[in-house]
């Protein structure tokens, strides 16, 4: 499996359950056209104890996102700067409501 983490903060006036409703569309949207396998739940940063020592990030939320290999990551990343419909209005949907995002990806290993 190939893995996005999406870490990013939101931009003021946004909520996170208008980001949840906006990024599950998003999602089932890329699973019905085969890219993109699965995503985990968005979680809040909880950098209050000491087994968090990222000092590099200070985003508030992230979320995995998982690819079935490196040829499906590239053809989602493809598809998404062909900036079509209804494609573009769902990455939009999420993308607009964000604000300092940053994204790590990693293949597992065998």
């Given at each position: ?63 995995l996102m998982s690819f079935r290999d490196r040829a499906q990551v590239d053809a989602a990343y493809a598809y998404i700067m062909t900036h079509v419909e ?25």
């Amino acid at each position: 499996m190939f893995h996005m983490l999406s870490c990013f903060d939101l931009k003021p006036g946004e909520n996170i359950d208008g980001f949840r409703v906006a990024y599950s569309d998003f999602v089932t949207y890329m699973k019905s056209v085969d890219l993109v396998e699965s995503s985990e739940p968005i979680g809040r940063r909880q950098s209050d104890t000491p087994m968090d020592t990222d000092d590099e990030r200070d985003h508030e939320y992230f979320v995995l996102m998982s690819f079935r290999d490196r040829a499906q990551v590239d053809a989602a990343y493809a598809y998404i700067m062909t900036h079509v419909e209804p494609g573009e209005t769902s990455h939009n949907g999420v993308f607009t409501k964000v604000q300092n995002p940053v994204f790590i990806c990693w293949q597992d290993l065998p």
